[in-house]
């Protein structure tokens, strides 16, 4: 039996789902949450399909195992792999970031929309796939971007050499007439600065952390407690807690996260 | 009963460590290897002490089970924290690339070395404390050097992103007067003509791939058949084999490998 004040879940390979987990937080305090970052395994953007599957079905199962009445899956290399297999291990609804990403996209009015991303989510076609299903008539052009999660990671969000990265990963799309560009990761928006300066200002950036905080709010309405009052209570689950995801998370949040925990799941 | 025909061990967190595989390859043409590079977790660079063992002693567990005679830790995080835990894993002799590194670096003469490599491997003080160990005179600074295994692992070894990043890495050893810098971690030969480029003729960079078969040969003479005809078979395997993986094999071997496989040891 769902109850309106079980936690929403929150998956991600790392740290960089902490940003679809701040606008969720911004748009429903009142809620309870926990996140699983997989910071042990990560980056899934690199690695094949049945090994993100693996990983992702793995890490759901640990966090349906905390009662959590939704599934935010925060990875886009995981939305883009495994998102029915995920559907089909958890017990409640499963949010992925590549629709709510499409439809941001989509209300821009954009007639050429690029896609950015890791090398798995690229090459998994999920965002391709959903334009061309809800707008066929739009026309789509993606990108693989490497470098930009390390950048990201390193702190370099607005550094020239991030500018110099995003300029050769992103001359084909803006040669090409890119209107509205999706960040198909959730590092990117650490990146805004550089990137907004590389497109220039009449190209929009969508961000899918909004944009899924938007869709939860659409098609779960009657899962979210938005009329509580008070902040509901955030707890953060990294399988592996070097210094550097703490940093990261601490740059991400804005200050050190009140309950943080290192779990191990590849034995579950 | 360790037998000369027995395979050689090669253990890596990803693909870098075939360029120690390939120096030892060069070195004893008629030895079989197996070499394993846990692709489906790397990197083990940015990740805890106690991940990193936990990953390496599972790793080499399922190395010993092909009955290898040695096993070479091809991997600079894992021979910084986990030698130790390694030597008490396996039943046969274990060479890291810490102290082939240090020999090396100190052969050169220099009075004042500098180490690169991962947040892990600085971070561990591995280098550093081995080379007080064996040389107290001489002066040692180290810097980590975060973004260079993605640029190795994107092609662009000879990029000016590349130039730009290492001289940012770079400079403080540089303007510390440093002559002879060890490339603590097996992807950066890979960067060998950028990273020439940034520190200068003068200064030498110590390949700890070539350190490595320069001390199997000195320390375990009996175990290698170099009087053997022939070329010895290579078995690699994977536990995750993206594009990319296979992508950057290619490029370190120089051809496809004959025998490559997918293993799954993470339920071992």
Request: charged share 20%; with cysteine; glycine share 10%.
């Amino acid at each position: 039996m769902i109850q309106r004040s079980d936690p929403i879940g929150v998956f991600d390979s790392g740290v960089g789902g902490l940003t679809v987990l701040s606008a969720l937080r911004n748009r429903f305090p009142a809620e309870n949450y926990v996140y699983l970052g997989d910071t042990a395994r990560l980056p899934y953007g690199t690695k094949s399909a049945s090994t993100v599957e693996r990983y992702a079905v793995n890490a759901a199962g640990h966090l349906a195992s905390h009662g959590i009445k939704l599934l935010v899956v925060a990875c886009n290399t995981a939305s883009s792999y495994a998102l029915d297999a995920l559907g089909a291990t958890v017990p409640v609804p499963v949010v992925g970031v590549v629709e709510p990403g499409v439809r941001a996209a989509l209300a821009t009015g954009a007639r050429r929309i690029g896609v950015i991303g890791t090398e798995g989510t690229i090459r998994s076609n999920a965002y391709q796939d959903t334009l061309a299903d809800r707008a066929p008539s739009v026309e789509v052009d993606a990108a693989a971007c490497p470098l930009l999660v390390p950048l990201a990671e390193e702190g370099w969000g607005d550094h020239p050499v991030t500018d110099q990265v995003a300029r050769h990963y992103l001359a084909p799309l803006l040669d090409w007439g890119v209107q509205t560009v999706i960040l198909g990761c959730t590092h990117y928006p650490l990146l805004r600065q550089s990137l907004q300066r590389v497109v220039g200002p009449s190209v929009e950036l969508v961000d899918s952390a909004k944009a899924v905080a938007e869709t939860v709010a659409q098609d779960h309405h009657a899962l979210t407690s938005t009329g509580g009052d008070g902040e509901g209570a955030v707890r953060i689950e990294l399988t592996d807690a070097s210094d550097r995801f703490l940093r990261i998370t601490r740059a991400i949040l804005g200050s050190a996260p009140e309950q943080l925990e290192v779990v191990d799941i590849d034995r579950a």
